[in-house]
Structures are given as C-alpha cells and as structure tokens.
C-alpha cells in the first residue's frame, strides 16, 4: 500500500525558501502522477503543481508558477516542491498526493483524482 509523507516545512522569513519533501514507501512511484496541494486557514485546499513519474511532464498553477518548482529523485522515491520568494499568504499546511491518472492540466487539478495523501506539514511565512 502506497504511503506518503511530507518534510520540510517549517517558519520561514517572507522572501526566503524551502523545500519539501514527499517521500514514498510501499510502491514505487514509476506509474503515478504526483501533486503538491496546500490549504490555509479557513480557504479550501488548493492544487499547486504536479508532476508525472511517466515522463517527467510537469504543471503549475498560477500561484506556483515563478516561484515553485516540482521535482522528482526516481533513486529515492522522493517527489519535492522547491519554494522561493516566498510570502505571508504562502502560509498553509501542504499536502502530497499521487495519482495513477493520466497527467494533464485538468487531471492536475482534480483532487478526487488523487487516492493516496500524506498527513501534511506545515509551512508559516512571517517576520
């Protein structure tokens, strides 16, 4: 059975970085699409970007794009999401999850698409 668990999160200046990890157990990821979410506060829980173990295609939600950059360690099972620039409203707990759908733009942001999440970690911009 496929398990999912985020790292890196933590406090963080307005105008710095992070990266953070979604590190798989139980199967390999080969076949899954992989996507990075976040939920703030008292707003619905968003899609950021995700990225196919198939071919590497990638996609990016305008909140992401610029900023966020999605990769993968196929070595280590491992998907990441690189944060720069990044702002108060950044401010949510962030959510790995994978999918054995064909990636696309839309697929991409279809959570109900997406049958295995990790626990979340949280990440908090402030000065």
């Known amino acids: 059975q496929l398990q999912l668990v985020e790292s890196g999160g933590g406090l963080v200046q307005p105008g710095g970085s992070l990266r953070l990890s979604c590190a798989a157990s139980?199967?390999?990821?080969?076949?899954?699409?992989i996507g990075w979410f976040r939920q703030a506060p008292g707003k619905e829980r968003e899609g950021l970007s995700c990225?196919?173990?198939?071919?590497?295609?990638?996609y990016y939600a305008d909140s992401a794009k610029g900023r966020f950059t999605i990769s993968t360690d196929n070595a280590e099972n491992t998907v990441y999401l690189q944060m720069s620039s990044l702002k108060p409203e950044d401010t949510a707990v962030y959510y790995c999850?994978?999918?054995?759908?064909?990636?696309?733009?839309?697929?991409?942001?279809?959570?109900?698409?997406?049958?295995?999440w990790g626990q979340g970690t949280q990440v908090t911009v402030s000065s």
């Open positions: 139980g199967v390999t990821l080969d076949d899954y699409a």
């Open positions: 999850a994978a999918s054995l759908a064909y990636l696309s733009s839309w697929s991409c942001q279809r959570q109900g698409l997406f049958g295995s």
């Open positions: 990225i196919s173990r198939r071919d590497g295609t990638t």
